[in-house]
């Protein structure tokens, strides 16, 4: 047979050996592999001296301004396209990709070429007959074991002709299926080829290459107005490893690159080192006793799975087993995929991270430089905004092309860029700047893309925190990122799901709000809506009747008020009955007793409100409840409440009733609540308590203008900063 | 012949697979055990080929995890939720692997030494003195003495000084008993001895477990199933069988089944539908706790009222169940019902929403 197709996992140690003996094996004359075919002209630069792991990145923006697909295609020393790269042409093969480009439509959405396939149907059944925990596992134990070649071949032949019928193909892969058998009819008549590709695509090539034109397939045309391109960029194991990259694919980079060099046995020992220099470093106890359970318990694990070597996973169980002295708050990581779930515990987050490795790939320097810095070049000189030295002072407000641009290099981490306000920047030349342009063409081919991707980036490591989110959305819409995808969105609407402090999630409603009012996208109040829906549901929840009046809490009411007031799509007929039982809700805090009167005082003007307000301030129980409430009622609705003297009244009987104790203990809330008011709303305050005092309504400004100068205040000011530092340095706050 | 009894311990109740599995059973059997650990893995997770049934739904690399500690010289420690069936787990590994199960301790506060190692017969004590005729043994001794399994329940309940006194008993694997004199004052731990204890983790703080202790153990945690087809499934066929014992001829509707399952995983996973979070009751709301929920309220909708249970049985049963005497975890409750199923589309849902002033 003139045509040996290989079908592998990518990234698989095992396959990657099978592909070297298979091409010491048959000599062939062409080498095909699944890769992206227009990169074919310059496969020159893939053999040049880099230090692996590294990728072809791969973008295609629709006309500028338009979003941009990117792809990469990563390689580490044990994949088995690299293999197949590297040897094939130490062996006078010609070496050629065959597959589509990235920016064809079979990989429109698909940002690692070399993901794995989700694994459905027959390998979820597979993985319970042999009882193993998810699919890496199931891998493992089928493939990464040692295996005589023949016998590899014959499972890796079953196994996918099997998964091959369990989960239909798509379009996308029939498309790409009939690009590479051309590739593969064309190479035949010339002599020997041998092919690698994913193990999936296998057996329809082998079944449909005879018979298609042998003739070498054109690039698809790209339209009018397409930019698109790759380039190679420099790798890293972290993003490589399934835990923290959006498409996974095989996991532990560094144990792999373990077994790849030494064996599994040695790999076993060599990341066991790793384990216990990384935690104790972290100053985790981990004594020798330790290390020998692990091991006796992962010798255990091997031979009851029937393993020869110890396979990832009984490494993994045996150093849980062994280090872990507690409940675990959610599931082992290794048996399941995707980012590691919060709660996870520290100790298995460093056993995680010890087996993802920390490599980072260093492209050979003969390598044509990522085509960013020479786009970071051309628009620094077009708006004037090199870096200098001395630094320069630059004035570029948001909004102006200038702020994107500068935002821009503030996400790519950029040095020599720093924001001083919303519209003062300082440029200054740095000697890194240079290197981490390079480093920084890893995320894209233009500024733009780059900055996208980073955005994107950092939106994966925020996890649960919606305040930084909510602060990355705002970034990226002051880099002029607006068109973020879908899925990034979607990565915001799971931190809200996930949040549990309605404080964070008012402030961050709070800034999203001001966003969307400034650029009213569609999408932006859709989130709002989302976001409200959760908010709602916190604020129900808060509960601690002597809880003080927290101004976060009393921000997020005002958000969900303005965000009604603002959004008409916001449904009132949830947020009002939340707001009436909480009103009344005496394990409230009284903040949010009197916050939720101050929303329904906001959409309805009414008798029993009035009643309820002074049925509360007169029902005060403690001193400090009273300015607690006042506080939230305030914070929400002082427009309204001004208006009312009756209320000013009550609050002034209450007050005049505090013997000098109780006033003190009052005096900070209520204080609080009162600077909620404006210095003119406030003189309207005072002139009502003068009237009611038979004072002389004149003097109101006098009584609540400050006599001081700001220089004194601003004086105070850094006083008391002084005494609260001194107070803290010495232990006393 | 055999008279009835409630509940036979597992060896009793599926000695035809465990006798099976030991004629068919070809992998090496750990020194002291009946089975190889493929033969228990079999037994517990189930073998379609043998006619096996599956006895625990979860994870395999814990049973696998579990059964190799066993034949380490390491204890094992499941902890869990409560109603995650680590007691069942137990007893299974125990069954499999002696072929006894009741050599069990029931951890609480009044558990003292004795009732874990030996006492006496005073009668014999006071009349012949202290020999192997006047000792009593407790289920620790005995699993020494023949080389078992011996099970350790709640151990977190009892208090510190009870619980170490498994730390020699674990290390050096041998017994001193004082009293006797000669060889007999020491009882070496035949092959095949080891130590399943469980604990809840609703119960961490109440006995916390010396350092030392847990160094002798292997934790492993176990997790209430995750997939949600499987423990529909499991809750049906229980209730069904609960039900059918009670007398009762009817199934719950497979709708009040999924409103019956739904809530009671977002419930106790503290998440509602995709991704939103809520606070998690505070009370238990295992899978064995929505077997006997489904089972109640079966009953209660067939004695009362001759038909089948509805959503509004759900409120009542919830009521008494989830909530308990916590006032937090019915505010929490009703919060869920007034918030999220008010939102939910299909009938039962509604129907589920209109019977929430059934609260109390």
């Known amino acids: 047979m003139k045509v040996t197709v290989v079908g592998v996992r990518h990234h698989s140690p095992a396959c990657a050996a099978l592909v070297a003996s298979v091409l010491e094996e048959v000599r062939p004359r062409t080498v095909l592999i699944e890769g992206p075919a227009d990169f074919n002209p310059r496969l020159d630069e893939l053999q040049l001296d880099h230090e692996l792991p590294l990728a072809i990145y791969s973008y295609y923006q629709e006309g500028l301004g338009r979003s941009t697909r990117a792809s990469w295609s990563p390689f580490c020393d044990y994949s088995p396209e690299w293999v197949a790269l590297r040897k094939g042409r130490v062996l006078g093969a010609q070496v050629l990709f065959m597959d589509l480009p990235a920016w064809t439509r079979p990989f429109w959405g698909v940002s690692n070429r070399y993901a794995d396939r989700p694994g459905l149907g027959y390998v979820e059944e597979l993985g319970r007959r042999l009882s193993c925990q998810g699919l890496d596992a199931l891998w493992d134990h089928l493939f990464e074991q040692p295996l005589p070649k023949e016998e590899l071949s014959a499972r890796l032949e079953a196994y996918f002709e099997a998964v091959r019928e369990s989960e239909p193909a798509q379009d996308s892969d029939l498309e790409r299926e009939d690009f590479m058998a051309r590739y593969l009819a064309w190479a035949a008549r010339e002599g020997p080829v041998v092919a690698v590709c994913g193990g999936y695509h296998k057996p329809r090539l082998e079944k449909i290459w005879p018979e298609v034109e042998p003739t070498l397939p054109a690039l698809p045309n790209t339209e009018a107005g397409v930019r698109h391109g790759s380039y190679l960029v420099p790798y890293s194991f972290r993003r490589l490893d399934s835990f923290t990259g959006y498409a996974s694919g095989m996991p532990s980079p560094a144990f792999y690159q373990a077994v790849w060099e030494q064996g599994p046995q040695e790999a076993g020992q060599r990341v066991t080192r790793w384990v216990a220099e990384r935690l104790r470093k972290l100053k985790q106890p981990v004594s020798a006793a330790d290390l020998v359970a692990a091991r006796t318990m992962t010798e255990g694990l091997m031979r009851l799975r029937g393993h020869l070597a110890p396979a990832r996973g009984d490494l993994l169980d045996g150093f849980a087993s062994a280090l872990v002295k507690e409940a675990l708050e959610t599931a082992l990581p290794w048996e399941g995929r995707g980012l590691l779930a919060a709660g996870t515990h520290p100790v298995l987050v460093e056993l995680v991270a010890a087996f993802s490795g920390e490599r980072k790939g260093r492209l050979d320097e003969r390598t044509p430089l990522p085509p960013l810095v020479a786009d970071l070049d051309r628009l620094l000189e077009d708006y004037q905004l090199r870096p200098a030295r001395p630094a320069r002072r630059v004035e570029a407000p948001l909004g102006t092309e200038q702020s994107h641009l500068l935002h821009r290099l503030r996400l790519l981490e950029i040095p020599g860029f720093q924001r001083r306000s919303d519209e003062e920047w300082w440029l200054s030349m740095s000697p890194e700047f240079e290197s981490a342009a390079i480093e920084a063409g890893a995320w894209g081919a233009t500024v733009e893309q780059a900055s996208r991707a980073r955005l994107r980036e950092l939106l994966g490591g925020v996890d649960g925190q919606l305040d930084l989110v909510a602060m990355l959305l705002i970034e990226a819409v002051q880099a002029d990122l607006t068109d973020l995808s879908d899925e990034l969105l979607a990565e915001v609407e799971g931190q809200v799901g996930r949040e549990v402090d309605f404080s964070r999630l008012g402030a961050a409603l709070g800034s999203i709000a001001l966003l969307w009012r400034r650029n009213q996208e569609e999408r932006f109040a859709t989130l709002l809506g989302f976001m409200q829906d959760r908010g709602l549901w916190l604020f129900e929840a808060l509960q601690g009747p002597t809880l003080p009046a927290d101004p976060g809490m009393i921000a997020g009411v005002q958000a969900l008020r303005d965000l009604n007031r603002f959004l008409p799509e916001a449904p009132l007929e949830i947020a009002l009955p939340v707001m009436e039982r909480k009103a009344l809700d005496q394990q409230a805090p009284p903040a949010a007793r009197g916050a939720a009167l101050g929303y329904l005082w906001s959409f309805k003007e009414s008798q029993t409100l009035e009643e309820q307000s002074l049925k509360s301030i007169r029902g005060s129980s403690r001193p400090s409840e009273l300015g607690d409430f006042l506080a939230g009622l305030f914070g929400v609705a002082r427009e309204e409440v001004v208006r009312l003297p009756n209320l000013i009244q009550a609050v002034d009987q209450m007050v005049s009733g505090f013997d000098d104790r109780d006033f003190l203990v009052a005096a900070p809330s209520l204080r609080m609540a009162f600077s909620y008011f404006p210095p003119r709303e406030r003189e309207s305050v005072a002139r009502t308590l003068l009237r009611l005092h038979g004072g002389d309504a004149g003097q109101a400004w006098g009584m609540v203008h400050l006599k001081t100068s700001p220089d004194q205040l601003m004086r105070g000011h850094r006083l008391e900063q002084r005494v609260t530092q001194l107070m803290e340095s010495l232990g006393l706050a | ?360």
């Not at chain 2, 033969?39 to 395999?60: P, T």
Request: hydrophobic share 40%.
């Open chain 2, 1 to 360: 012949m055999t008279t009835q009894v409630q509940r036979p311990p597992a060896e009793k109740l599926y000695a035809a697979e465990l006798e099976k599995l030991k004629k068919h059973d070809q992998g090496s059997r750990p020194p002291g055990w009946e089975l190889s650990l493929q033969g228990v893995r079999r037994f517990i997770l189930g073998d379609a080929k043998l006619d096996i049934s599956a006895k625990f739904v979860g994870n395999s690399a814990l049973v696998d995890r579990a059964m190799v500690t066993l034949a380490t010289q390491r204890g094992l420690m499941l902890v869990g939720e409560p109603g995650t069936a680590k007691s069942l787990l137990s007893e299974l590994l125990a069954a499999a692997v002696s072929g006894r199960s009741t050599l069990t301790i029931q951890g609480g506060a009044s558990v003292t030494e004795d009732q874990i190692r030996y006492s006496w017969n005073y009668a014999l004590l006071v009349a012949e003195g202290p020999s192997q005729k006047s000792l009593v043994p407790a289920p620790v001794y005995l699993a020494m003495k023949e080389g078992r399994i011996v099970r350790f329940e709640e151990v977190t309940r009892c208090p510190l000084e009870v619980q170490d006194t498994l730390l020699s008993l674990l290390s050096d694997r041998v017994m001193a008993i004082p009293e006797l004199e000669g060889d007999e004052g020491m009882l070496f731990a035949r092959p095949g001895f080891n130590l399943i204890a469980t604990a809840n983790t609703r119960d961490r703080g109440v006995n916390e477990m010396s350092a030392a202790l847990k160094r002798r153990l292997n934790f492993e945690t176990v997790f209430p199933i995750a997939d949600y087809d499987v423990e529909m499934e499991l809750v049906r066929r229980e209730s069904k069988r609960l039900l059918a014992d009670s007398g009762v001829p009817i199934e719950l509707p497979a709708e009040v089944l999924e409103v019956l399952v739904t809530t009671f995983r977002e419930l106790r996973d503290g998440q509602v539908g995709e991704g939103h979070k809520m606070e998690r009751l505070s009370t238990v709301l295992s899978t064995a706790e929505a077997v006997s929920v489904a089972h109640g309220m079966g009953v209660r909708s067939w004695f009362l009222r001759q038909e089948k249970p509805n959503p509004a049985d759900l409120v009542e049963c919830l009521s008494g169940t989830a909530a308990k005497d916590d006032p937090d975890d019915l505010r929490r409750l009703r919060q869920y019902l007034e918030q999220r199923v008010k939102k939910r589309k299909g009938r039962h849902w509604k129907d589920l929403y209109e019977a929430r002033h059934l609260l109390g």
